[in-house]
């Protein structure tokens, strides 16, 4: 059984913050994403990775970064955190060997910045 | 430019009866979709899938439709249950992207 977890479920962070976000799966996949979920716009791709120390930008990079040092950890960064990164932020690894496009995710991390 | 689109934010059905969710994409490179499940505080779930190459999946009370040429699917479930409420949501890739492009969600409420 995949399982994907993230480092908090709920996390409050004060504006101008540095803000790490830690995702770990226990797969072996090569693939790994950082998604927000917002209400209205659905899931929205942040940054991926294919490999470690590989990373693409998603739909949204801008604010972000992210660092893959190990294959199983990907480590989403704001790097300044603002009032419109408050968000649901999801992530998710898949397995790349087997070309497979399904996508498991982690729980989620509530991200309020006040 | 959203390639995925799921036109209903909300669905009610009753218990019982049947709920469709549909999904419409402009991106004609897209040959695999997938719906996932989401409950509150939790992550999404894959439910379904159906390649381009087939026009209709079945999984139980689950079944994928594909109308390539309208580029539409739609998800039927039958019988609706209470724990079907929850929100659902469409997934697209092209093959090889190793990504998937999300529709914006449509929450539905099945009603006892």
């Known amino acids: 059984d995949v399982k994907v977890t993230q480092s908090s479920r709920y996390l409050v962070k004060r504006t101008g913050e540095k803000v790490f976000l830690e995702c770990v799966q226990d797969?072996?996949?090569?693939?790994m994403f950082w998604y927000r979920q917002d209400p209205g716009l659905g899931l929205r791709l942040i940054y991926f990775s294919y490999d470690v120390k590989m990373k693409e930008k998603g739909d949204i990079p801008e604010g972000y970064s992210v660092s893959r040092e190990k294959k199983e950890r990907f480590s989403l960064i704001l790097e300044s955190a603002s009032t419109n990164q408050t968000s649901m932020y999801l992530c998710?690894?898949?397995?790349?060997?087997?070309?497979?496009?399904?996508?498991?995710f982690g729980p989620g991390t509530r991200l309020t910045v006040t | 430019d959203q390639q995925v689109k799921q036109n209903s934010p909300s669905l009610s059905v009753q218990e019982g009866r049947i709920s469709i969710l549909n999904c419409d994409y402009t991106n004609s490179m897209f040959d695999y979709f997938l719906w996932y499940k989401k409950y509150p505080a939790e992550g999404p779930t894959f439910l379904i899938s159906i390649s381009s190459i087939k026009d209709k999946n079945e999984d139980g009370r689950f079944t994928v439709f594909l109308n390539k040429s309208a580029k539409h699917l739609s998800l039927h479930i039958v019988p609706s249950q209470p724990g079907d409420s929850a929100v659902y949501f469409c997934?697209?890739?092209?093959?090889?992207?190793?990504?998937?492009?999300f529709g914006q969600g449509t929450r539905l409420t099945i009603n006892p």
């Open positions: 797969m072996d996949h090569e693939n």
């Open positions: 997934a697209a890739s092209a093959w090889g992207a190793q990504k998937l492009v």
């Open positions: 998710a690894s898949s397995d790349r060997a087997r070309n497979s496009y399904e996508q498991y």
